[in-house]
């Protein structure tokens, strides 16, 4: 389950989002196999993932650019944007940098559903039945799943109305995943989104062998044990 400080920050910081719909009712339904193969270890790749500030510039710019009460600065006439907006965006993008920390995503897929575990946060979990999304339900929210064309759209709304989308992709020779993270709020104008790319892995066996036996109780070795 979700880890209480990272909710609390999520509570106390965002704030109500907009509701509007991520998955539509044709993401929802597929026929045959699901589109694609996600299964398996991904490790991220940092050099090709977003840079935090290279983001907000960007929509500090845009709110700038776009707002009812522009002001320029002394600076060759660049708007300025306001604290309240600066405030906003500042939140939504510490908060999707926290939801995207984790290093290695661990993706089971079978012909029903497909979990995606994260070191230190709660899993993703899919469920697809008849070739119809089947919604979860928790303490925190509802989280729904859809297909949009061979991308995996992820959608979790919690109860004090913070929204969060993860769009995942896999490339075409099945060893690069990219997951797109959006969090949006009403606190904000403009959603803040960052995008995390994964490299396919295989995960080495355990260094220990480990055997519960009836004089010994529990051995371990490097080596392969008989019982």
């Excluded at 650019?65 to 944007?81: I, W």
């Excluded at 859809?146 to 109305?161: K, M, P, R, T």
Aim: proline share 5%; with cysteine; charged share 20%.
């Amino acid at each position: 389950m979700l880890r209480m400080p990272v909710m609390v920050v999520l509570c106390l910081v965002i704030g109500a989002c907009s509701r509007q719909p991520v998955i539509d009712e044709g993401m929802m339904r597929f026929e045959g196999p699901m589109p694609a193969d996600l299964s398996g270890s991904w490790e991220r790749n940092y050099v090709r993932d977003d840079e935090v500030s290279g983001v907000l510039n960007q929509l500090y710019y845009q709110l700038a650019r776009t707002s009812p009460d522009q002001r320029y600065s002394g600076n060759a006439g660049m708007p300025t944007l306001s604290q309240d907006d600066m405030n906003s965006v500042l939140a939504l993008a510490r908060l999707a940098e926290l939801i995207t920390r984790p290093h290695v995503l661990t993706i089971s897929q079978n012909e029903h559903e497909i979990s995606i575990e994260r070191e230190d946060d709660f899993a993703i979990l899919c469920a697809f039945y008849d070739g119809v999304a089947k919604g979860t339900e928790s303490d925190y929210g509802t989280e729904i799943c859809g297909w949009d064309g061979e991308q995996l759209v992820s959608n979790l709304v919690l109860a004090e109305g913070l929204q969060i989308t993860h769009r995942f992709t896999v490339s075409e020779d099945g060893t690069q995943l990219r997951a797109v993270t959006t969090v949006s709020s009403s606190t904000s104008r403009v959603p803040f989104t960052l995008r995390r790319f994964y490299t396919k892995f295989e995960r080495l066996p355990p260094t220990f062998n480990c055997i519960e036996t009836l004089s010994m109780k529990r051995v371990c070795s490097t080596g392969e044990l008989v019982p």
